[in-house]
């Protein structure tokens, strides 16, 4: 069997070294030609997290960032309204990460690129088109730099292209851009003290006034560390115009004066803002699910499949998950049941990934945020007073649940 895999970000490099451990003859073609390890933090979950372990992949990663102890939520006041252990410290056998999204996949390349062997990850590819005759699927590559074009074929086409996927456009033509929620982030890396345990993720704010942080390196000799921040804001509210950029550089003038009195005693929001080298603003965009993700012998995976809210932490966990659960079924149908196999992909992985998308709409786990303002808009004196006993739990636990990394012990 032979595949080939459009896109050789996250998801697409997982599961080219799962197909290849599987004994699959896997093609990975990228349309940028020099990858650079671009973007800010990402959080890797613990059932992903299991996943790359079981690719042996754990000793490259986890050095990579920090393995997340707590994570926490705040109101703007500062004051805390529901905290949990997350990672090896809530009982999962592996870690949950947070990384530089950037060194995790230079490292996932590297790591591809001496496995697969010489010329099986090939930047500088961009799929032009494709045909699928029912047993194979020929397509045809443009070569960045000389405008060359190449043809490959393959029993299985995959593409991991993004949210703007050539794959899922050929199917879904008049889909148009990814939808804006009309809530902008401002996010960025900014080197300052440890707070909390040194390993705390927390998200403070309320719906659309938001701020979320969390270490990606351990401390350095003077215990400082970079944290990766996002502050989200609805820029309708601001009354700024819309900007049809997708990645642009952000004006501290934006967004800095919503977030310039969050002064508590373990941190202070607007110093951690200021201490930022640069300040990149993005829209909070997302899709609507899709009721097939394969059509013949072409599948879709990742953000090309399941473009979601970057909330929940659950963007590259869910591509990596489609990428082992992909590869898991493609090996052991074989050749003879390339179709059937397909299909159980799309059957299991698509039914998931859009209860998420949709939950994360609902603000997810997030939701507690928006109950505390809405019921406490001034503060309280005890968190006790503003929600009913077991009210954050059952929040909490059913966000895991959908996202398919509770524990026993969280399910209902």
């Known amino acids: 069997m032979r595949v080939i895999i459009a896109g050789g970000g996250i998801g697409g490099l997982t599961a080219a070294m799962a197909l290849h451990a599987r004994g699959v003859d896997v093609q990975v073609y990228e349309a940028v030609q020099d990858l650079q390890p671009l973007g800010v933090g990402i959080n890797v979950l613990p059932h992903a997290m299991a996943k790359l372990d079981r690719l042996d992949l754990l000793p490259t990663v986890l050095p990579l960032g920090v393995q997340t102890a707590e994570l926490c939520f705040y109101n703007l006041h500062g004051q805390l309204i529901w905290s949990e252990p997350r990672g090896v410290a809530a009982g999962y056998p592996v870690p949950q990460l947070s990384v530089h999204r950037g060194r995790l ?41 000389d405008d060359t074009v190449v043809r490959d074929h393959a029993d299985v086409l995959i593409g991991a292209d993004g949210i703007h996927s050539t794959v899922r456009r050929r199917f879904h033509p008049d889909e148009g851009l990814p939808q804006w929620s009309g809530n902008v982030l401002w996010r960025a890396t900014t080197v300052v003290p440890g707070y909390l345990t040194g390993r705390s993720m927390f998200m403070a704010g309320h719906r659309p006034h938001k701020f979320v942080a969390y270490p990606i390196t351990e401390p350095d000799a003077a215990g400082h560390q970079v944290i990766n921040w996002i502050a989200e804001l609805d820029r309708r509210e601001l009354g700024l115009a819309a900007r049809e950029d997708w990645n642009r550089v952000g004006s501290l003038e934006d967004f800095l004066p919503r977030f310039e009195n969050w002064v508590w005693d373990w941190l202070d929001v607007g110093a951690l803002i200021r201490g930022a080298e640069a300040v990149y603003e993005f829209p909070m965009v997302d899709r609507d699910p899709l009721d097939r993700w394969t059509v013949g012998r072409v599948t879709l995976l990742g953000d090309a499949a399941h473009p979601m809210y970057p909330i929940g932490s659950n963007g590259a966990s869910q591509a990596i998950l489609d990428a082992l659960t992909i590869a898991d079924l493609l090996a052991a149908a074989g050749s003879g049941a390339i179709d059937a196999a397909l299909q159980a992909y799309d059957d299991d992985r698509r039914p998931t990934t859009a209860a998420i998308v949709l939950s994360n709409r609902r603000h997810g786990p997030e939701v507690m945020l928006d109950l505390a303002q809405e019921r406490a808009p001034g503060g309280f004196a005890d968190v006790a007073d503003v929600f009913a006993a077991g009210e954050r739990e059952e929040i909490a636990n059913r966000y895991k649940q959908t996202a398919g990394f509770s524990l026993p012990s969280q399910r209902g």
Do not use: I, K
Request: hydrophobic letters at 35%.
């Open 105 to 145: 996949h230079m490292a996932l390349l590297d790591e591809a690129r001496a496995r697969l062997g010489e010329g099986r990850v090939l930047t500088g590819h961009a799929l032009r088109s494709f045909t699928d005759d029912g047993r194979r699927v020929e397509v045809e590559l443009e070569c960045r730099g």
